[in-house]
C-alpha cells in the first residue's frame, strides 16, 4: 500500500501536505504522528512535525454488508440523539450516486431543521464526526455513511462543484491563481476533487482551521 | 441538556457505564461536567480535540434550541 512521509513545521501542515499529495481527504486516510514539531532554543535542535499518512480502505471497498451495518448503527445513533434533543425527526438511509447517506427529515413542516445544520454546515458537521466515531467504534472500518439534514449536503456539494468549475474556468482563462472562502475539509475535498478532473489547474489548502481556504492554481 | 450529552458519551465510549454528567448552574450558564473511564478519554477528545468540538456543537445547538446557554466541560 502507498505511504508517504511529510514533514512541515506544525503537524497540521505535514498532514495536508501529505493528503494533497495522495489527493485524500482526512476521512480516507490513516494518520500516525511520528514526531511533534520541537521550536529548539534560539533556533537549534529545532525539529519539524513528520506525520506518515496512507490510504485507508476507500468507501468503494466498505463492503455491502458492513456498509449496511454502519447504515443501521448511524441511523440508530442519530434517531436516539433526536429524541435526546427533543426534535421530533426521522431517520431515513438512502443510497445516491453510490453513497448511502442518513438523512434527519423533520416530521413537521414548521420545524427548524437548520438548527442542526448550522452556520455553514458546522453543526452537521459534528453531527457527522460524532456518527463517524460511534461507527468506527463498533466495526474496525471507515465509516462509508455520511449524514444529511434534509438533502443540505446533496445541494451544497452540487453547489460547490459549480463553484469550483465557475473558478477554475477563471483561472484557466487569466492565468491568475483565485482564492476561494474558509471551507470545512470535506468542502476543501469537493473543490481539489472537481478542479483535478478539469486538468491544467492545480489546488493547495492554505491557512489555518477554520480560516483554511482553497486556492487554484495555473499549473 | 444533560440528557443530550450522556446520550452522546454513552454511544461514543467503551464502557458506558463510566459515563457521568453533573449539571450546575453559574450566572445563568448551564455548567455540564462530563467524566469517563480514563481508557476512554481519547474518544471523547479524538484527534487534536475533533470529537470534543463536535460534542460541544451539538450540545449547543441543542441548548439553543432551549433557549439555554451551555457549557460543556471534559474532566479526564
Known sequence: MEEIEKSAASVEEAIEEALAELGLSEQEARIEILQEPKSGFLGRNAQAAVVRVRPAAPAAQVEGEIRDKQGDLAADFLEGLMSAMGIPAEVELNEVQGTLYAEVWGKESGDDMGLLIGKHGHTLDALQELVRSHVQGHTADRCAVQVDVEDYRKRRTAQLVRHAREMGRKVAKSGRPETLEPMSSYERKVVHDTIAEMGGLETASEGEEPQRRVVIRPV | ?76
Not at chain 2, 441538556?1 to 458506558?16: C, F, G, W
Not at chain 2, 448551564?30 to 479524538?46: F, Q, T, W, Y
Open chain 2, 1 to 76: 441538556m444533560r440528557e443530550v450529552l450522556e446520550y452522546i458519551a454513552r454511544n461514543l465510549v467503551d464502557d458506558p457505564d463510566a459515563v457521568e454528567v453533573t449539571e450546575s448552574e453559574t450566572d445563568g450558564t448551564v455548567v455540564l461536567r462530563l467524566s469517563v473511564a480514563p481508557d476512554d478519554v481519547g474518544k471523547i477528545i479524538g484527534r487534536r480535540g475533533r470529537t470534543a468540538r463536535a460534542i460541544r456543537d451539538v450540545v449547543r445547538a441543542a441548548s439553543t434550541r432551549s433557549g439555554v446557554n451551555t457549557v460543556v466541560e471534559i474532566v479526564g
